[in-house]
């Protein structure tokens, strides 16, 4: 397991934004890639149609990550059609902006079934043949959200969310540290993706990357391949001794508070 090229990913979220750069960067560096998607089928073809023109190996596979039968499905497709799962990187997640006045429960019980259930379901279906491997690297998508209060308005329950994955990284890295598997999370900060964009018109666009480039130390707000970066570090074979962390990649994001 000590080179790119006999590494299986499934991404899930991987058709689109910061889950389509990982794919796009794990297959770069050999690895056979299984592209998760929910509602883009279009996107994940078009994908799995660049990585094979390019050389690589790559299927598509559908499931609503809140789904945990469905996710067992599409971890047993991969094995049976790349073979077995040596990298999962968790990247499904969705937004819920809501405030304590508009919170509802469906609202908040979705959020949490994608962004923490999903993430939970996914880790479950690969963690049995990790296991019996000895080898795994699990990377999930978290936000410096779940740090502590961020600028940014009325993603309360959002940040919860991405709080739970970040001590269930923590979590499941005591537990499978001894197996041969790492688990670390990736936090980014404000990224340009099509889910954040999505709905703003160039102007409206302009305004936020501009306000949110003020607050960080570098001057502009995250593009997918910074954060795809960061992720093929924690899936790289020789990231062997980097287990239960949380990296921020956000550019030295200055609006958010975490008080101890």
């Known amino acids: ?23 796009r960067l794990l297959a770069a560096r050999g690895a056979a890639v299984a592209v998760n ?15 094979r023109a390019a050389g690589g190996r790559a299927i598509a596979v559908g499931a609503d990550v809140a789904d945990e039968a469905a996710v067992q499905a599409i971890a047993a ?19 819920w902006p809501a405030t304590i006045e508009t919170w509802e429960p469906k609202g908040f019980a979705r959020l949490r079934a994608v962004n923490v259930d999903g993430t939970i379901h996914a880790i479950r279906a690969v963690v049995a043949g990790m296991k019996a491997r000895g080898y795994g690297r699990i990377v999930n998508i978290s ?3 779940g740090f502590g209060t961020t600028g940014f308005p ?7 969310t991405k709080a739970e994955v970040n001590i269930l990284t923590k979590r499941f ?16 900060g404000f990224t340009r993706t099509d889910m954040t964009q999505g709905g703003k018109t160039d102007a ?15 001057g502009r707000v995250g593009e997918a ?32 508070i975490a008080h101890g």
């Open 1 to 23: 397991m000590t080179d790119w090229t006999s590494q299986v990913a499934l991404v899930t979220g991987g058709a689109r934004g910061i889950g389509a750069a990982s794919v």
């Open 37 to 51: 998607y929910t509602t883009r089928p279009d996107a994940a073809a078009a994908l799995v149609s660049e990585i």
């Open 77 to 95: 497709r991969t094995e049976a059609e790349l073979g077995p799962v040596t990298i999962l990187v968790n990247s499904a997640g969705i937004g």
């Open 143 to 145: 936000s410096v959200a």
């Open 154 to 160: 009325g993603n309360h329950f959002y940040a919860s």
């Open 173 to 188: 890295a005591l537990e499978l540290g001894r197996h041969g598997i790492t688990v670390n999370a990736v936090a980014p």
């Open 204 to 218: 409206q666009w302009s305004e936020i990357e501009a306000g949110f480039a003020r607050v960080a130390m570098t």
């Open 225 to 256: 391949s910074d954060i795809a970066n960061a992720v093929a570090f924690f899936a790289a074979p020789e990231a062997s001794w980097i287990t239960a962390q949380v990296l921020a990649v956000d550019g030295g994001r200055m609006d958010y």
